[in-house]
């Protein structure tokens, strides 16, 4: 091994010497990245996963599935790389580590291999079309930007950072209870948010209309600046809303964000939620309260839990006559708390979108998948970053097998999840299917030969 | 003895034939009267019409099948009460023919279409609707007494939230997986439980509408093929002129060509956008010069309008990014933004010269957090959009004859209104679509063509 001379922290220096003090300075760079997708990005999960268990040996299995699959890289000037597909794991490892994307994002399956699209028609029976993709999700939480006083844009704190957790356990329940999902993948997004990945094989055939019919059954916040009332509730809630409502967001909006927002705490904030009440007698009765300010408060309580207190007593105290008002503490409680979806991510089968276990470029951090019966645990403060995960190569013991080394760093726990948790259910269950659906073919041929 | 009545006698109901609905499986195997073939086609595009254009002004569910009840009446009897149903599948098949040709037909066909059998199956009795409904052999199972009682509260849950009367003890309900009713899940109008949702007896002319719905598009598809491999030119003599012609009737101006007035220019953008543009595309246009940057619904819809007025694609480029570049920079704008301007002009991808968005379009659209397009007369609270129309100039008589439309949904009516208030002058097709604002708007304000050397 040549020891060649380097600007900063190369891999020279980590292959020779691993004892060696960890100089490695927090960042992204090209460098640090091909260490990454060297020895600790998971190729073999990526290409079983993206398989579907069509990389066995039994006789209904599609060989040419995976290599159908559209990748795209994002190089590290900007050139952006589509329609990338590959025939087997081994390309699709050797791509990435000779052209060591910045990002690289999955596409949908399509009818044809994308490399050989230009000689596909637009219409009729030859096209170039996608044929299967998961079901997906983007929340981002600067789409909350509106309701949440600690952070804008791209930052993110513990503080607001719950809105994705509840977001998570919403959409988690409703996937599993009303739709029938089994195989869900949640992903933190390396920033500011979180992604969902159903590979069910029914979620994967779903046309784009029915995409966009469960993206519209998932929302709720209606809106922009130019109007005022975002979240409104014109009758009863429908037993999707109900359930979020009094398992997920009611608590939330009562025990975690009136006090980590200060929700009431100002009047710009106060007058903020006066805005979603449509009646001037219940504002200002409210607003007169509060004006007064400090001389009534009770001082061992909290000022926010004090006035939605007395919000909902106001709203409740016989006003239930006025239209409008009925349903006015839940459409204040939803416009804080409920999921904002990015619908056109969901709706439209031909959207990529960024791989598990990349490395987010502006924060250095990768992007792992979330627990959702434990998403509370995930802190996005404290997720490993590319160059805490090259540290810990450094130092990890190197008499480990190298075949998994990322077992020596952070970067395991997660791996370990995907596999056990996503994967290897999702495999068994791809495999059951193949054979029931082998078994009901031949079945089916036998039947149509006997007369 | 009882006299048992022929089953083919018809009481003479008018009703009759508007719910008798027939499958329209497979081509009639009749002879027509080539005079038969054009006026049945003519009479059932007066329906299809008909129904397009109150679904642009938004008109209720309710008043939708009242209008087709009457439309059906008024155009599809034919004198010899038994030929009603001939009538039917006869200009049926005719106008797939007709509008079978490109995407766009076919898009447009198959949503006045479907409407159509919508309706006419809600006009339909409660027998009528359950014998269809076997005929369509729908993936659906009647629920039991018990999975009935184990979901009631929910069901009741989902029924008051729209208003409807509570489930009874013997009420039908239907298990069907949740693909086969994407309408009633996306409006929430459905219990969904593990995969299944549960549809209630008045409900499922959802299932039979997307089952139509999906084998009409798929004939189309095939007549299409069948139209141009074979018939257009067997028929060159004699139904192919028909076909064409009908086909060219009905639809207006779509403002994907300009051609008219020419082209305009960057300079003149602000002050036309002051006097000659819908309030929707001028809510964009300033917000654009106030933010220096727009979402991409609003850049799909204000750029495509901005191409039907004659906005060359160099000039657009340039407009774009002196906006852009203020906000993100020259160099971002041409490797983020660019690319998709050239996209809507038809110069990169699969080259589709995109269409200015109508009315409709824009109307359906739904604008979320940071956006600004769709039309403000739906979204704009009533606050936001009196100061909106103060700003065009529109006098507080006219503002509360506007404001009035847009509270009885009628949000094209209300762009009339204000089109007439701005222009005092008026405007009785109505307005359909932005570009059509623009250029009536340009008619009046420039009544002498230029003589261009």
Redesign the interface.
Known sequence: MTKEESKNGSDDMLIDGPKQGNVIPDGFNPNYLKVYYGRLFPHADIFKWMSYGNDGRHPACDKSYFGRREFSFTLDN?IYLRFQSFNSESELENSIKEKCPSKIDIGPVYSVDPAKRHAYA???DNVFAPVERELIFDIDIT?Y??VRYCCSGADVCLECWPLMTVAIKVIDTALR?????DHILWVYSGRRGVHCWVCDG?ARR?TN??R???A??F?V?????????KVSFP????????RSYTEVLREFFEEKLLLSQNLFSTEERYEKILSMIPDESVTSELRGKWQENRRSSNSKEDINFFRWEQLKNTLQSGKQKVQGLRRCVEEIVFAFTYP?LD??VSKHRNHLLKAPFCVHPKTGRVCIPIDPKDCEELDPTTVPTLSELLRELNTGDSRMDVDNEWEKTSLGKSIRFFRSSFLQPLLKSCKEEMESGYKAKIQQTKNSLSW | MEIVRSQRSRTNTPNDSVSTLPLYRYAPQLEVRLEDFEVFAMDRLRVLKGISDALARGKRPEEMENLVRDLWKANMRHPEASEDVNKDIISHFVLRLVYCRTEDLRKWFLSMETALYRYRFLLGSSEAKRALMEEFDLPCKAISRTEFENAKEKLEQVARSFDQPLPTADAIFYKVPFEEVPELVAGRRVYIHKGHAYVAMHQVVSLVVTQFRSNLSKALILTNRKWTSTIREQERDRLTPIVEALSMSYLGPDYSQTKEFGEISIKDLDQLARSSFPLCMRHLFDKLREDHHLKHGGRMQLGLFLKGVGLRMEDALAFWKAEFSQKVGAERFDKEYAYSIRHNYGKEGKRTDYTPYSCQKIISSTPGVGDHHGCPYRHFSEENLRAALGRMGVGSRAMEDVVDKVRNRHYQLACTLTFEAVHSSSCDAGINHPNQYFSDSHKILQPKVEIVI
Do not use: C, T, W
């Open positions: 900007d637009q219409g009729g789409d930007d509106d209870d009303d739709f029938g999902f029914k779903l209309e029915q966009g019919a469960i519209d059954y929302r916040y209606k809106g922009n600046e130019n109007s005022n009332k009758g009863p809630l429908h037993p999707f809303l109900v904002r619908m056109e």
